[in-house]
């Protein structure tokens, strides 16, 4: 199988860039392919522009757009990996999303008023981490809000099948040492089983 892992964070000692390197060598373990697109190491811009939407329209992308879509396209799996920021995603994965799932290309509007969802019989899976207790944001409704703005929002609008979407929470506060490789764990044994 065809997998893509779009990965945002900032720092190659972080927490997020371990589960990066469970997800990938559990998949190279099992014998798939797998394409790591790491937006801050590629400095990928994440600004929809005027200039964008212009050649969006006219159906001749940018080529930093076209490479991204060539990926996403080829894929059959696609994974999403980025901390909580704000209660959403990092403005590199965020502006990812607004440049790269584009009309046309990732849904369009259909003649009897509904959306073509253009990623459809793809699969993926998307794992954030956060720094609130997990309990607090299952308590308020976060963990919820955070599914409905990106794995129905983002995942299920385009087609894109949600596996899982794991939210580790605590991970700076109350999680111990143990508790985040137990995290891993989970990473590995889903990443395994795929
Ligand atoms: P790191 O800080 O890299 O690591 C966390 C812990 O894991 C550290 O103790 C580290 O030593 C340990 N660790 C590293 N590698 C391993 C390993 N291999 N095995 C075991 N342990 C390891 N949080 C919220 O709850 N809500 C928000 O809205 C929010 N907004 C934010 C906005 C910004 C701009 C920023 C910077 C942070 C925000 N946060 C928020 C917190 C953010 O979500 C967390 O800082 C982030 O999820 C932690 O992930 P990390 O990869 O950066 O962890």
Do not use: C
């Not at 400095?43 to 005027?50: E, Y």
């Not at 930093?64 to 704000?86: N, S």
Request: cysteine-free.
């Amino acid at each position: 199988m065809k997998h893509l892992i779009v990965y945002a964070h900032p720092h190659e000692g972080s927490f997020n860039h371990a589960i990066l390197g469970t997800a990938v060598k559990a998949l190279k373990e099992g014998g798939h392919e797998v394409i790591v697109r790491d937006l801050n190491k590629l400095g990928f811009n994440p600004v929809l522009s005027p200039a964008d939407t212009a050649a969006l329209r006219e159906g001749n992308p940018p080529a930093d757009i076209k490479t991204e879509q060539a990926y996403l396209e080829v894929a059959d799996f696609i994974t999403f990996i980025y901390p909580i920021w704000w209660t959403g995603l990092p403005a590199i994965i965020k502006g990812y999303v607004d440049r790269t799932f584009s009309y046309g290309f990732a849904y369009q509007y259909n003649s009897e008023g509904g959306i073509d969802k253009l990623f459809a019989g793809k699969k993926g899976i998307i794992i954030n981490t956060y720094g609130t207790p997990g309990e607090i944001y299952e308590s308020i409704g976060m963990n919820n809000s955070l599914k409905q703005t990106s794995g129905s929002g983002i995942f299920e609008f385009t087609g894109i099948e949600v596996v899982e979407q794991f939210l580790f929470g605590g991970v700076t506060s109350v999680a111990t040492d143990e508790d985040r490789k137990e995290m891993l764990a989970q990473v590995a044994k889903k990443f395994s089983s795929l």
